[in-house]
């Protein structure tokens, strides 16, 4: 959702546009291919992606927040989140919650203990917060539950996944292009100064038209009601790529890792989808309940 590349507080080697560019649509069109092919097998096959993605941000956040030796941190968080995954595998859900709180409020905890001479977050003195630590395993944790309790539900579940996913890339892909063609006034140049008020409506646009879309091609019905949906989860997404600028300028970093070429790391291009698949599973959940979220998400 960048109107451009984030800029990073340390000095960091700036990398020709069109290359950039370039490396971003190759690594898209590796990861997702495989996304959709995982969310249309589901099952085990979308747990385990959810899963392993949710590890990679639980490292990244801890990284960020204390430092790359704080491996008794992150080793807990991923216990949590793998146990969460085993419970959530079986079709519960109200145990791999309580597996993910239980986790952050144990990170937090041991956060509070770790020796003074090991505490450090990112590169710009940040204060070490025990409790921001801890969040990472509900951040990470939301990405392996929302989604999966969406794609759970078997009638509706492939099509609420592919309405997060293009509701959520096509905001991303709008906005970009958006705020480079018309720039304009910042939207936040305190968090992100390169995004734009341009870019934000543009991309909102986008999410929108993406539902009309899926509304057409999936045959579903009250499409103004489901433009709504496809509106608010597009600023979502939006707002949860702003969150994860404000962490990673407050630690002082330009990217969350380098896992992925030309994206930085896994934090920087779910970021939107996190927050997205949140509302969505809250939506579903509140509207179907466990067994039918993503009914209770696409049926109005």
Not at 227 to 253: H, I, M, N, P, T
Not at 271 to 291: E, H, K, T
Request: proline share 5%.
């Amino acid at each position: 959702m960048d109107a451009g590349p984030h800029r990073a507080r340390e000095p960091n080697r700036a990398r020709p546009r069109g290359r950039e560019l370039g490396v971003r649509v190759v690594s898209a069109l590796v990861l997702a291919p495989l996304a959709i092919g995982a969310a249309y097998v589901g099952g085990r096959a979308f747990l385990v992606l959810c899963g392993l993605a949710a590890l990679g941000v639980c490292w990244e956040w801890v990284t960020l927040s204390a430092g790359r030796e704080a491996w008794r941190l992150m080793a807990t968080g991923a216990g949590a989140l793998l146990a969460a995954a085993v419970f959530l595998g079986v079709g519960w859900l109200a145990t791999p919650v309580a597996c993910i709180i239980g986790g952050a409020v144990m990170v937090t905890v041991l956060a509070h203990s770790e020796p003074a001479s090991q505490r450090q977050a990112g590169q710009t003195g940040a204060a070490y917060r025990p409790g921001w630590i801890g969040l990472g395993v509900a951040y990470a944790g939301t990405l392996l539950v929302a989604p999966v309790v969406l794609r759970n539900e078997p009638d509706e579940g492939f099509t609420a996944i592919m309405f997060l996913f293009a509701v959520v890339w096509t905001t991303d892909v709008v906005a970009y292009f958006t705020g480079q063609a018309i720039g304009g006034p910042k939207l936040a140049p305190g968090v992100s100064p390169n995004k734009t008020w341009s870019g934000a409506l543009g991309g909102a646009a986008g999410g929108v038209l993406a539902t009309m879309i899926l509304v057409r091609l999936a045959r579903l019905d009250h499409a103004v009601d489901l433009a709504l949906v496809g509106l608010a989860l597009s600023l979502a997404a939006q707002a949860g790529d702003l969150f994860e600028s404000a962490l990673k300028r407050r630690y002082g970093v330009k990217d969350a890792s380098a896992l992925i070429p030309g994206h930085g790391g896994l934090m920087d291009r779910l970021d939107g989808f996190i927050a997205a698949a949140l509302l969505a599973a809250v939506l579903g959940l509140l509207r179907g309940g466990p067994d039918a979220a993503a009914r209770g998400l696409l049926i109005w």
